[in-house]
């Protein structure tokens, strides 16, 4: 009993602290728990997320690298006359010292088993001792080449004259001859891995590139073509590992990841890495792993990829402390405390789940970027195009057919105006909110710009479908807007373009959705019409103005404007620019970007090509007698003209004698896109232009090709940065840096240069600042008459009212 008795009392004594420390242990345990839990898969989600982020910065780097064999590839492509070993070790040095990754970079020629003897007594006289084509054999020694129909023999190489490079027979070679039969028949980059790459040692493997070159003029549009055509490969090799290293490195955040590298593809699991990229957290390198081992546990791997062909497959691994290892000294702080601090531990998970929110949040919002509009949150014109090229494959895998409603808010103009941008803004936005509600979760709303808008709609069966979607944004958008206030009522014009096998593609289609809404603002606006190409009203308005056009000569419509080019530091006119305008007499004054391009279509721009020209010089003759005539005029060509005229040197003199006018007062005027196939296709023209000794600009530098090759290859007078960069300089940090490298480019290469489009002090105390001596503008003049340019260069300068330009040259100087 006695002992009964005191169990009984034990359990009442004891019976709540045992229940309560039950209770405190359950309550530490279970947080813990949690909160491993948690950390485990925040640690997941940010070794992901790191992943992810190092794979880009490799596939970038790896694009980069790709991009220079690309720009070797240039060289020949562009060149006129015949590549030397000199032109060529001259373009590649630079290559090469910037990336440290390419160890060779080499000219391949196809040479045929009748030329070897020829082609190798070249080699001898360019300083090759003892040239021979040669083979490599499997212990890395080369001997002389036995008799083949052709080969692909190493001839101009980044390597020392002495290299036993020299002379190798890519042929020989069995994995690399794949490859380049490979790029050869494609037109494509080929590559392939190599265990020990001969110019960079034994101990370094990496992979060969190679890049087809075809013979100049010839046709490659067939496989047949190609090989016949073929004149040989632009070459290099690659240090795998080096270029891994060089870009993590280069790497503002470095990863602390283990990364493997692996053959392409899912492979043999047993396979062993082709480079480890041991993680900075490791004192050591880290010992070899199989392809099963690396992706087992907590693993992500992605292929980078060359030209779209996967080149290595990553594999990540968090390193030990680093990302993706989660650290419990939380939970076993809570389990140690128990019930002192489990109201804490509850607090603290929720903090911790907030916190883990916020990031997904961030990280979503920064992926969300670049496909969102800003302003209404729907897709942006990027993520919209990207939509309808997958609606295009979408169609040729499932046949599921498509619209696109392509609409904007009629006279939204007015409401800026009226209410301000910022109730311009609030009718947007509440608009996105409508089109949202209005349309499937399959289907896609974008904001285009401005107040255009876009919806991809999907599995339309036929027209009905799209015409009803049509009406019912009508409607939506016809209900009365509150701004502020304010009832506001707008409606909208739509054009529909349906899906049909024909369509060009992305872009066609929506061309055809645009000219379907100026039909529906042209009958009257609040409304939607169909794309139909017999109701195509701007062709019949093209029609039109072209017939008009043809007259425009002989009844003196059209007029030369000129907008002088001053000398910034002090006004001083040292030029002008002719610029084309047609004075209609029922239409006013046509800007040249209307009718230019109908005349080009219609065959007139030669003749008023000419006409411009001749009108020019004319000028200058009247000028010159006068006695205040401006060192030049700048005439702008179009492509089609150059391209049309066989005889455009002859034309240019023609007129410079008739008007008694020196060459080097006339500068022609050549946009980058036509420059570029000047290059490549007209460049005897081009010479001849020069031998007259006009001057050569291009115009509107910076927002075409922008390619170097011709500013190298070609004695180009002056360039021209186009006046959105400069319009920009202030505002965007891309643009100043665009110009900012454009002047120093011309400096270094001894061109003129000159910037378009002044409007502000701040920009042209930018320019000046950054060594800019010349430009054009309104903030020194519009483009005038014949009249007002007589007095402008009678004065002799401009000078626009200045607050600060004296504290910019100082700074500059």
Same mark, same amino acid.
């Given at each position: 009993?006695?002992?009964?008795?005191?169990?009984?009392?034990?359990?009442?004594?004891?019976?709540?602290?045992?229940?309560?420390?039950?209770?405190?242990?359950?309550?530490?345990?279970?947080?813990?728990?949690?909160?491993?839990?948690?950390?485990?898969?925040?640690?997941?989600?940010?070794?992901?997320?790191?992943?992810?982020?190092?794979?880009?910065?490799?596939?970038?780097?790896?694009?980069?690298?790709?991009?220079?064999?690309?720009?070797?590839?240039?060289?020949?492509?562009?060149?006129?006359?015949?590549?030397?070993?000199?032109?060529?070790?001259?373009?590649?040095?630079?290559?090469?010292?910037?990336?440290?990754?390419?160890?060779?970079?080499?000219?391949?020629?196809?040479?045929?088993?009748?030329?070897?003897?020829?082609?190798?007594?070249?080699?001898?006289?360019?300083?090759?001792?003892?040239?021979?084509?040669?083979?490599?054999?499997?212990?890395?020694?080369?001997?002389?080449?036995?008799?083949?129909?052709?080969?692909?023999?190493?001839?101009?190489?980044?390597?020392?004259?002495?290299?036993?490079?020299?002379?190798?027979?890519?042929?020989?070679?069995?994995?690399?001859?794949?490859?380049?039969?490979?790029?050869?028949?494609?037109?494509?980059?080929?590559?392939?891995?190599?265990?020990?790459?001969?110019?960079?040692?034994?101990?370094?493997?990496?992979?060969?590139?190679?890049?087809?070159?075809?013979?100049?003029?010839?046709?490659?549009?067939?496989?047949?073509?190609?090989?016949?055509?073929?004149?040989?490969?632009?070459?290099?090799?690659?240090?795998?590992?080096?270029?891994?290293?060089?870009?993590?490195?280069?790497?503002?955040?470095?990863?602390?990841?283990?990364?493997?590298?692996?053959?392409?593809?899912?492979?043999?699991?047993?396979?062993?890495?082709?480079?480890?990229?041991?993680?900075?957290?490791?004192?050591?390198?880290?010992?070899?792993?199989?392809?099963?081992?690396?992706?087992?546990?907590?693993?992500?791997?992605?292929?980078?990829?060359?030209?779209?062909?996967?080149?290595?497959?990553?594999?990540?691994?968090?390193?030990?402390?680093?990302?993706?290892?989660?650290?419990?000294?939380?939970?076993?702080?809570? @389990?140690?405390?128990?019930?002192?601090?489990?109201?804490?531990?509850?607090?603290?998970?929720?903090?911790?789940?907030?916190?883990?929110?916020?990031?997904?949040?961030?990280?979503?919002?920064?992926?969300?970027?670049?496909?969102?509009?800003?302003?209404?949150?729907?897709?942006?014109?990027?993520?919209?195009?990207?939509?309808?090229?997958?609606?295009?494959?979408?169609?040729?895998?499932?046949?599921?057919?498509?619209?696109?409603?392509?609409?904007?808010?009629?006279?939204?103009?007015?409401?800026?105006?009226?209410?301000?941008?910022?109730?311009?803004?609030?009718?947007?936005?509440?608009?996105?909110?409508?089109?949202?509600?209005?349309?499937?979760?399959?289907?896609?709303?974008?904001?285009?710009?401005?107040?255009?808008?876009?919806?991809?709609?999907?599995?339309?069966?036929?027209?009905?479908?799209?015409?009803?979607?049509?009406?019912?944004?009508?409607?939506?958008?016809?209900?009365?807007?509150?701004?502020?206030?304010?009832?506001?009522?707008?409606?909208?014009?739509?054009?529909?373009?349906?899906?049909?096998?024909?369509?060009?593609?992305?872009? #066609?289609?929506?061309?055809?959705?645009?000219?379907? @809404?100026?039909?529906?603002?042209?009958?009257?606006?609040?409304?939607?019409?169909?794309?139909?190409?017999?109701?195509?009203?701007?062709?019949?308005?093209?029609?039109?103005?072209?017939?008009?056009?043809?007259?425009?000569?002989?009844?003196?419509?059209?007029?030369?404007?000129?907008?002088?080019?001053?000398? @910034?530091?002090?006004?001083?006119?040292?030029?002008?620019?002719?610029?084309?305008?047609?004075?209609?007499?029922?239409?006013?004054?046509?800007?040249?970007?209307?009718?230019?391009?109908?005349?080009?279509?219609?065959?007139?721009?030669?003749?008023?090509?000419?006409?411009?020209?001749?009108?020019?010089?004319?000028?200058?003759?009247?000028?010159?007698?006068?006695?205040?005539?401006?060192?030049?005029?700048?005439?702008?060509?179009?492509?089609?003209?150059?391209?049309?005229?066989?005889?455009?040197?002859?034309?240019?003199?023609?007129?410079?004698?008739?008007?008694?006018?020196?060459?080097?007062?006339?500068?022609?005027?050549?946009? $980058?896109?036509?420059?570029?196939?000047?290059?490549?296709?007209?460049?005897?023209?081009?010479?001849?232009?020069?031998?007259?000794?006009?001057?050569?600009?291009?115009?509107?530098?910076?927002?075409?090709?922008?390619?170097?090759?011709?500013?190298?290859?070609?004695? *180009?007078?002056?360039?021209?940065?186009?006046?959105?960069?400069?319009?920009?300089?202030?505002?965007?940090?891309?643009?100043?840096?665009?110009?900012?490298?454009?002047?120093?480019? #011309?400096?270094?290469?001894?061109?003129?240069? *000159?910037?378009?489009?002044? $409007?502000?002090?701040?920009?042209?105390?930018?320019?000046?600042?950054?060594?800019?001596?010349?430009?054009?503008?309104?903030?020194?003049?519009?483009?005038?008459?014949?009249?007002?340019?007589?007095?402008?260069?009678?004065?002799?300068?401009?000078?626009?009212?200045?607050?600060?330009?004296?504290?910019?040259?100082?700074?500059?100087?």
């Amino acid at each position: 009993m006695r002992i009964a008795r005191h169990a009984l009392i034990h359990i009442r004594d004891f019976g709540p602290g045992i229940l309560a420390a039950v209770i405190g242990i359950a309550a530490s345990v279970i947080p813990a728990f949690l909160i491993i839990q948690a950390d485990n898969h925040y640690a997941e989600r940010q070794f992901r997320a790191v992943s992810e982020n190092q794979f880009m910065v490799l596939q970038n780097g790896l694009n980069e690298y790709v991009n220079r064999l690309k720009a070797v590839r240039a060289l020949f492509d562009s060149s006129v006359e015949p590549v030397t070993r000199n032109g060529f070790e001259a373009f590649t040095r630079p290559l090469l010292s910037e990336n440290a990754a390419i160890a060779t970079l080499s000219w391949v020629p196809r040479i045929a088993g009748s030329e070897r003897a020829e082609h190798e007594r070249m080699g001898v006289q360019e300083g090759l001792q003892g040239y021979h084509i040669k083979d490599m054999g499997p212990d890395g020694k080369m001997t002389v080449s036995p008799e083949r129909g052709e080969y692909y023999p190493i001839f101009y190489a980044t390597v020392p004259m002495t290299s036993a490079l020299y002379g190798l027979d890519l042929r020989s070679e069995t994995t690399t001859l794949s490859e380049l039969e490979r790029s050869r028949d494609l037109d494509c980059l080929g590559f392939s891995p190599v265990p020990a790459l001969v110019s960079a040692g034994a101990a370094q493997g990496g992979f060969l590139f190679s890049l087809p070159i075809y013979k100049r003029g010839s046709v490659h549009d067939s496989i047949e073509s190609r090989r016949q055509n073929l004149a040989g490969f632009v070459h290099g090799s690659l240090i795998a590992a080096k270029m891994i290293d060089l870009t993590i490195a280069d790497n503002k955040t470095p990863s602390d990841l283990d990364l493997f590298f692996f053959a392409p593809g899912g492979g043999n699991p047993q396979s062993m890495p082709f480079y480890i990229h041991s993680s900075r957290l490791r004192a050591s390198p880290l010992a070899p792993m199989s392809r099963a081992g690396a992706a087992a546990g907590i693993s992500w791997s992605q292929a980078l990829k060359v030209d779209g062909q996967p080149w290595l497959t990553m594999v990540a691994r968090p390193a030990p402390g680093g990302t993706g290892t989660a650290d419990h000294e939380r939970a076993w702080t809570v @389990l140690i405390l128990g019930l002192i601090i489990t109201a804490a531990v509850v607090a603290y998970i929720r903090a911790s789940r907030l916190n883990a929110s916020r990031m997904r949040q961030a990280n979503q919002k920064v992926s969300d970027l670049a496909q969102t509009d800003a302003l209404t949150s729907l897709a942006n014109r990027r993520a919209f195009m990207e939509r309808l090229a997958e609606a295009f494959a979408s169609y040729e895998r499932r046949g599921t057919p498509f619209a696109v409603l392509y609409f904007d808010i009629d006279y939204f103009k007015d409401i800026n105006d009226t209410l301000g941008h910022a109730a311009g803004d609030t009718l947007l936005r509440e608009l996105a909110g409508r089109l949202i509600d209005a349309v499937r979760v399959t289907d896609i709303v974008a904001r285009l710009g401005g107040d255009e808008f876009a919806i991809l709609q999907t599995n339309v069966r036929d027209l009905a479908a799209a015409g009803t979607l049509a009406a019912s944004i009508g409607e939506l958008v016809r209900v009365p807007f509150v701004i502020n206030g304010n009832t506001v009522h707008v409606s909208c014009s739509i054009g529909i373009s349906r899906y049909k096998p024909d369509v060009g593609g992305p872009d #066609a289609m929506m061309i055809q959705a645009d000219l379907a @809404l100026y039909r529906a603002k042209e009958d009257g606006r609040n409304c939607f019409r169909f794309h139909s190409a017999d109701l195509d009203h701007e062709v019949k308005e093209r029609v039109v103005l072209a017939d008009e056009l043809r007259g425009a000569i002989g009844r003196n419509e059209l007029e030369l404007l000129y907008q002088p080019e001053v000398e @910034l530091r002090t006004g001083r006119i040292i030029g002008l620019e002719a610029l084309l305008r047609w004075n209609h007499p029922k239409r006013g004054q046509i800007s040249p970007s209307v009718f230019i391009p109908i005349a080009e279509r219609s065959g007139q721009i030669q003749v008023i090509g000419h006409w411009v020209l001749d009108a020019a010089c004319r000028q200058l003759q009247v000028w010159q007698a006068a006695g205040i005539a401006p060192g030049l005029v700048g005439v702008n060509i179009s492509a089609l003209h150059f391209k049309g005229s066989a005889e455009l040197d002859r034309e240019v003199a023609g007129c410079l004698e008739k008007w008694g006018i020196a060459p080097d007062m006339i500068e022609i005027e050549l946009t $980058e896109s036509v420059l570029m196939e000047i290059t490549q296709q007209h460049n005897d023209r081009f010479e001849r232009l020069r031998q007259l000794g006009v001057r050569i600009a291009i115009d509107d530098f910076g927002t075409g090709y922008s390619s170097l090759s011709y500013l190298a290859n070609y004695p *180009i007078n002056r360039v021209k940065i186009a006046q959105e960069l400069v319009f920009a300089v202030a505002t965007a940090p891309r643009s100043a840096a665009v110009v900012r490298a454009a002047i120093r480019l #011309a400096d270094e290469l001894g061109i003129d240069l *000159i910037a378009e489009g002044i $409007e502000s002090e701040g920009q042209e105390g930018f320019l000046l600042s950054e060594g800019c001596e010349y430009g054009q503008g309104y903030y020194f003049s519009r483009p005038v008459n014949v009249k007002r340019a007589s007095e402008l260069l009678r004065a002799g300068k401009i000078e626009p009212p200045r607050k600060s330009l004296r504290l910019v040259e100082s700074s500059a100087a």
